[in-house]
């Protein structure tokens, strides 16, 4: 039997044990600063820009065209900060959706408090924006679209393509932004092809190094910093580089390319099997994640369940799931994802999100199941208060 059960790989993912050979290898032998003049420097920076190159390469981008940075949350606020600051004239609104991570939400709120006219998007009961509204909300002054390619609570995907064409038509000179932390390894990125001119990537997603992330801005569109320094990264990414971060960022990003169609059949079948198992029992639940969702992602509210509980109950066997998204799993407040999506505060309550790796296994999921079944029935509220009750 497995000693664990690691099913929170959307709030981050083990690290591949040749990611952790290769890090403690440059940080022990690579150690120069990519700066500097000599040997030393030259080889560290030949390490940055391979890493450069691979990922580059994945998205079908040029290298100078990706910037590194400490992760998704500094991509997100970089692009959008940084293009905004680079280019007044674009004007002062921009769109964004209501399902967005915290580290894109909670930047469109600093531009509000600074004056821009924000539009969330709505979604419908799948998590998709609605394309009628977008269209609605284009305007000649918008400088920038924000948008969630994979949502990170429940797998559901945009259609980035419809999403370039309503801007193309109705404004060309908007930039789309596109947070694809949740996307990159998962499935196939080709932004240029795609419209897409700014695009964050995070590199511990994806059994890569925390704390490392990319930024991807499309030749001819100009960003600004958002601190000052030595003028690293093409001046707009200061301070000396994560030389073992990236290198290890780099090595993950091709490990995970070489399996990424293989990963998204496992993927499939191990949601279909949780899915399977919960609709033979007689465990009362709702999956909240869409049918054509990306199968790393299944969220999934149990009724008259609190979340909370149920996770701890399941972590003292081992099995380690979320509530919502990580980040705000520690708040009280309810999943602002499931809310646009219109589910009721009842089922909010009890939302789990499983997130699988290709690491996870059939037996993982049999024995995940298995759980649920003695659990559930053991925590139920309306059980419990009966019972009290009857005392
Ligand atoms: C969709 C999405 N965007 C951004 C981030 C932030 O990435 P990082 O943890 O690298 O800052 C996350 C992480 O949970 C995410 O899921």
């Known amino acids: 039997m497995a000693s664990e059960i690691y099913l929170d790989n959307s709030a981050t993912t083990r690290q591949y044990d040749e990611v952790t050979s290769l890090m403690a290898d440059v940080a022990a032998n690579n150690y120069g600063n990519p700066s500097s003049l000599h040997t030393r420097g030259i080889e560290a920076e030949r390490i940055v820009s391979g890493a450069r190159e691979t990922i580059a390469a994945l998205l079908g981008a040029q290298p100078s065209e990706i910037y590194f940075t400490s992760g998704g949350t500094e991509s997100n606020n970089l692009a959008v900060i940084g293009y905004l600051d680079a280019n007044p004239r674009k ?83 908007t930039v789309i932004h596109a947070d694809a932390v949740q996307a ?12 897409i001119g700014l695009m964050s990537l995070s590199s511990h997603k994806i059994h890569g ?8 801005v499309s030749k001819g569109i100009r960003i600004n910093p958002l601190f000052y320094g030595g003028g690293q990264e093409g001046l707009i990414r200061s301070g000396t580089e994560n030389v073992p971060g990236i290198a290890g960022f780099g090595l993950a990003a091709r490990m995970t390319a070489e399996r990424t169609q293989e ?34 992602i299944i969220n999934i509210s149990f009724k008259n369940v609190r979340a909370e509980v149920l996770l701890h ?49 059939e037996e993982e999921m049999r024995l995940t199941t298995d759980a649920l079944k003695d659990i559930i029935p053991v925590i139920n509220i309306r059980k419990k208060s009966r019972a009290g009750r009857n005392i």
């Open 91 to 173: 004007g002062r609104h921009v769109i964004t959706t209501r399902i967005e991570h915290p580290s894109v939400l909670e930047v469109f709120r600093h531009l509000e408090s600074k004056g821009y006219k924000v539009d969330y998007l709505d979604v419908d009961g799948n998590g998709r924006i609605i394309p009628g509204q977008l269209e609605e909300k284009i305007r000649p002054d918008t400088a920038l679209i924000g948008i969630i390619l994979v949502n990170n609570e429940t797998g559901t995907m945009q259609d980035i393509s419809r999403i370039a064409a309503i801007r193309d038509a109705l404004n060309p000179q």
């Open 184 to 195: 990159f390894g998962k499935i196939k990125l080709t932004p240029a092809r795609s419209g």
């Open 209 to 216: 190094p925390k704390g490392v992330g990319a930024l991807y």
């Open 263 to 296: 990963n998204l059949l496992k993927a499939a079948r191990l949601k279909q099997m949780l899915i399977d198992g919960l609709a033979s029992s007689d465990i009362e639940h709702r999956v909240n994640s869409p049918g054509d969702a990306l199968p790393y």
């Open 313 to 361: 109950h399941l972590e003292q066997r081992r099995i380690f799931v979320s509530t919502g998204s990580a980040c705000s799993s520690n708040k009280k407040n309810r999943s602002h994802v499931l809310a646009a999506m219109n589910i009721s505060q009842e089922w909010i309550d009890g939302a789990i999100r499983f997130s699988l790796s290709h690491q996870n296994t």
